[in-house]
């Protein structure tokens, strides 16, 4: 048998009714704007979070990227953001090469930091010595916070100070839809006040190409400059924008099962010897829980479960629409069993 994997919400294959969807799908040269599968996607995704316009991009890292070269100039502009965001560590510091950016590193819980923080950080406006502070960035859901929700009051809190110190907004939406499913939310409640704001298809969506960057007119015209230069504006992209459709249609409303199971999963855990972890902090699909030896479970474990070791501690375990209840239990017999010897 396979052994389960838990290693990422991207490790999802198409389903047969995605495979489908993508065989049928109207496509054009999309550069000139004549796919109407991907238009349709951007019309769909601006909507939902509340943005007058929107973008196709190959990836959701290129969304960040992309995004925060809208919001900042070159040499001496500071973005603001947690210490375990996305674009701090796994964005090969693309902030420093394509955006020439400071970046100063917030110490939130479980990802999410407050505007109290926040404004702690902001740099004296007209101080030569200082950097430039011009853009926060939140995730929503937390990564390497351990899939936590930013709750709507904090983001407005965030959002009001960003506003009283002239900083940019951005949202990192690679998990957005597990929020609005996790708290009955909308989508654009949660977006709707960012400057830029997107959403990754190729985490628990379960599509295999694909995440889309909303914002004003002005800015998806901007985007659309950067997304040529680096080389991410597609030919016949309905073909994988078609599968995003079938997500946004389909995988939405299953998340809920995801989150159950991932609940599953950290109350087992926290049971068993050696593992700490507080099951209340598991609010959707990422269960983070520390052993002595991470790398060394992993490793043990590697024909039966898949998952990341963070560091020497740190595991992380993702629970995504290719793995059911009984995949839950299986894992959980074999952690039972690696961590009792
Ligand atoms: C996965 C992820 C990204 C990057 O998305 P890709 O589509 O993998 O490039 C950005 N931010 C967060 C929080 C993520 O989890």
Redesign the pocket.
């Known amino acids: 048998m396979p052994p389960i994997n838990l290693y990422?919400d991207?490790q999802t294959r198409p389903t047969q009714g995605m495979r489908a969807a993508i065989a049928a799908a109207e496509v054009g040269d999309e550069q000139r704007g004549l796919d109407p599968t991907t238009r349709a996607l951007e019309d769909r995704v601006a909507e939902l979070l509340g943005h007058e316009a929107a973008v196709f991009l190959?990836?959701?890292?290129?969304?960040?990227e992309i995004a925060l070269r809208l919001h900042m100039r070159p040499g001496g502009d500071e973005l603001l953001v947690d210490r375990t965001?996305?674009?701090v560590n796994?964005?090969a510091g693309g902030p420093a090469q394509l955006s020439g950016a400071m970046v100063r590193t917030l110490d939130g819980e479980g990802g999410v930091f407050t505007a109290a923080q926040l404004e702690a950080a902001v740099r004296e406006p007209g101080n030569r010595y200082a950097p430039r502070s011009r853009l926060v960035s939140v995730?929503q859901?937390?990564?390497?916070g351990g899939g936590r929700v930013w709750p709507r009051e904090t983001i407005r809190e965030v959002l009001d100070a960003a506003h009283r110190h002239q900083l940019r907004a951005h949202l990192?939406g690679?998990?957005l839809m597990n929020a609005v499913v996790a708290t009955g939310i909308p989508a654009s409640e949660f977006a709707g006040g960012f400057d830029t704001a997107w959403v990754?298809?190729?985490?628990g969506l379960g599509a295999p190409v694909?995440?889309v960057l909303a914002a004003s007119r002005e800015l998806i015209d901007e985007a659309w400059r950067w997304k040529q230069m680096l080389g991410g504006a597609f030919r016949q992209s309905g073909i994988v924008a078609a599968g995003c459709l079938y997500a946004l249609d389909h995988h939405v409303e299953r998340l809920a099962e995801d989150h159950a199971n991932a609940r599953k999963l950290a109350e087992e855990l926290a049971t068993m010897p050696g593992v700490r972890l507080d099951p209340a902090t598991v609010q959707t699909n990422i269960v983070i829980f520390e052993v002595d030896d991470a790398p060394g479970l992993v490793a043990r474990l590697a024909d039966l479960v898949e998952l990341q070791a963070i560091d020497a501690h740190r595991l992380r375990a993702v629970t995504h629409l290719d793995v059911d209840r009984a995949g839950v239990e299986q894992a959980l017999a074999a952690f039972s069993e690696a961590l009792s010897v």
Request: hydrophobic share 25%.
């Open positions: 990422s991207t190959p990836s959701g890292t290129m969304c960040n965001a996305h674009p796994f964005e995730e859901t937390t990564n390497i990192d690679a998990r990754d298809f190729t985490k694909g995440a």
